[in-house]
């Protein structure tokens, strides 16, 4: 689909049922056409959440098992293709794809052939209650019931390793978190944490904090006219792109350096310092960074061109030492 077939109007109503709540009684795809207007535009910008993702695990030395791949909770399919863009479609066989809807799971199956042609995919007849090889979760949490947690949870805790991004709001975070905690017996914790133990938002003084952290889309979108039209048309901000995730895997957890931390959201600048809400294994806190001690450093934080894997040193909330990887 080319911007210049795009039906508006459907992505308008789409987005109300996304902000009302009303997607998670009904399938807000009623055509082929709304599909392929929603992967061209709201499916992009949760890509790009993916992207984020997956670049973060590669410089963690991460790949995915041999074996099958399951995307749970579809769509039209991104997380799919952005998994395949990032590791070899070859050791993804089978794939299987579920969804509430039947024309998303057409539709996942159709651009995931296009995308890597011979591979093995097929849609699931009923939701699975069991899971083997990767499984990818993709913005589902809001359009489920606990019960329905619950029950998922349950299943994918059968598979080898999980890929979960969700909005970057407070609640996803916590659920996330509670799912992280449900499951950490039975898994290495790959990402976002940087240790094993129990999560330090859960710490009573952290109740304020929630794990996220913030992507970018690619530069072009900002020069862009179609995008432009989109932000513009559907109130979208393009450079708020803030996610929460979880990658766990039941295969020994690659190392990290000693006192590696990950960044928490964005820091806070001002006037000769900053504020970084870190994680590492002794918790989550907010330590300060002199600018005029870390003149590079601040000026990367400043221009948004920072990444969120830390090694820092710490005293007395102050950083003393502290290197990007």
């Not at 009904?26 to 992207?51: E, V």
């Not at 399919?77 to 089978?94: H, Q, V, Y």
């Not at 109740?207 to 513009?232: G, I, K, L, Q, Y």
Request: proline share 6%.
């Amino acid at each position: 689909m080319s911007w210049e077939t795009i039906d508006w109007d459907a992505l308008e109503r789409m987005r109300q049922a996304f902000l009302t709540g009303t997607a998670t009684t009904a399938d807000y795809w009623q055509s082929d056409n709304d599909l392929a207007a929603y992967d061209a535009t709201f499916a992009q910008r949760i890509g790009w959440k993916w992207d984020f993702v997956l670049r973060e695990l590669r410089r963690r030395g991460w790949s995915p098992p041999a074996g099958a791949l399951l995307d749970w909770g579809c769509g039209s399919g991104i997380a799919t293709r952005k998994f395949l863009e990032s590791f070899r479609s070859e050791s993804m066989n089978p794939l299987h794809v579920w969804d509430r809807s039947v024309r998303a799971m057409d539709f996942a199956l159709k651009r995931a052939r296009e995308y890597a042609p011979g591979l093995s995919a097929s849609a699931c007849s009923t939701a699975p209650t069991s899971c083997r090889g990767t499984v990818l979760l993709s913005h589902v949490l809001t359009e489920l019931s606990p019960a329905q947690i619950e029950a998922l949870v349950a299943a994918v805790a059968t598979a080898d390793c999980i890929l979960w991004v969700e909005p970057g709001t407070y609640e996803a975070s916590l659920t996330l978190i509670a799912i992280r905690e449900r499951l950490r017996d039975q898994f290495g914790i790959i990402a976002p944490c940087t240790h094993q133990g129990r999560c330090g938002i859960l710490a009573p003084e952290n109740v304020r904090h929630w794990c996220h952290h913030f992507a970018s889309p690619p530069p072009e979108v900002f020069t862009d006219s179609h995008w432009a039209r989109f932000a513009n048309f559907l109130g979208i901000d393009l450079r708020a792109l803030p996610l929460s995730f979880l990658v766990l895997d039941k295969r020994p957890v690659p190392p990290l350096p000693a006192g590696t931390a990950h960044l928490i959201g964005r820091p806070r600048l001002y006037k000769g310092h900053a504020l970084l809400l870190g994680c590492d294994a002794n918790g989550v806190s907010e330590q300060r960074l002199s600018q005029r001690k870390f003149v590079k450093e601040f000026k990367a934080f400043k221009k948004g061109k920072h990444g969120s894997l830390l090694q820092w040193q710490c005293e007395g909330g102050e950083i003393q030492r502290l290197e990007t990887l």
